[in-house]
């Protein structure tokens, strides 16, 4: 199983990086919004909080606006698979189903952990000051990690869902992109709506935001206290990070599920 997760594992990660094309497209979204969008953005609304680095917060924020657009678009290599690609072979070849999806998820977070990588590396050279500490640092990796599996398995069970790549294209933006406008991620939940905050405040998204920005930045402007309202920010990070357990359980979960049904047709 090790040797057959292995292979499946190389081949979609370089689908992913080793056409140009493909690898232009992972690294240039990063590089702009960073280096052109989170330095506008700054400069447009920076005001809002005299203590707080608004280049910092929104170089974040730009974490999960980049990595789950990256998993729902990686949802589209699935329905080539599927439909014209090596699905086919592979159902017949002596390895356990589960480890295509398996092997899926393993490549995109990959890719979601060099984009991360670079945006931390691009904001820092940006003038980002972070404040990071051994045990914050985790919880904020973890937390992008599981936002980007999570979103991945909902790629994936939208794939094996939908029969026409058109519809699927559809859902990438309306996925990748509004619960993100909504998590707090250029701007704080409190400008938001009343009735507009309770859902962000069940998003994911929101609470990947929150988790991150605790990682790097520290307490200050994380956003966790608008969401849970307690004492402790560890504890309240936590908790954020088990909605974004909960998140990626459901969707691979199902994911999985959905990939089954479907080959066994």
């Not at 657009?69 to 599927?82: E, H, N």
């Not at 390895?95 to 393993?106: F, G, Q, V």
């Not at 940006?126 to 990071?132: K, L, T, Y």
Request: hydrophobic content about 60%; proline content about 5%; some cysteine.
């Amino acid at each position: 199983m090790t040797a057959s997760f292995a292979a499946l594992y190389r081949r979609r990660f370089a689908i992913a990086v080793s056409r140009p094309i493909a690898l232009v497209s992972q690294l240039l979204t990063p590089v702009l919004w960073i280096l052109v969008v989170g330095p506008a953005l700054a400069a447009a609304f920076g005001g809002f909080a005299d203590d707080l680095d608004y280049f910092t917060y929104v170089a974040i924020g730009q974490i999960v606006f980049i990595i789950p657009f990256s998993a729902m678009f990686a949802g589209l290599v699935v329905i080539t698979d599927r439909d014209y690609g090596i699905l086919r072979e592979l159902l017949v070849a002596p390895i356990r189903r589960a480890t295509i999806p398996l092997a899926n998820i393993a490549a995109v977070l990959t890719v979601a952990v060099g984009q991360l990588g670079l945006i931390v590396v691009l904001a820092i050279a940006r003038g980002a000051h972070f404040h990071v500490s051994p045990g914050r640092l985790v919880l904020a990796l973890l937390a992008a990690a599981l936002l980007s599996v999570g979103t991945y398995g909902l790629a994936e069970l939208l794939a094996y869902r939908i029969t026409q790549p058109q519809v699927f294209g559809t859902l990438i933006p309306a996925i990748g992109a509004t619960p993100w406008a909504l998590s707090g991620a250029i701007y704080p939940l409190a400008t938001l709506p009343s009735g507009v905050q309770h859902v962000a405040l069940v998003l994911p998204w929101t609470h990947c935001v929150a988790v991150l920005r605790y990682g790097f930045m520290g307490s200050k402007g994380s956003g966790l206290r608008e969401i849970w309202h307690l004492h402790s920010e560890l504890a309240m990070a936590l908790l954020s990070v088990a909605v974004l357990l909960a998140f990626a359980a459901l969707t691979v979960g199902l994911a999985l599920r959905a990939f089954g049904r479907a080959t066994l047709k």
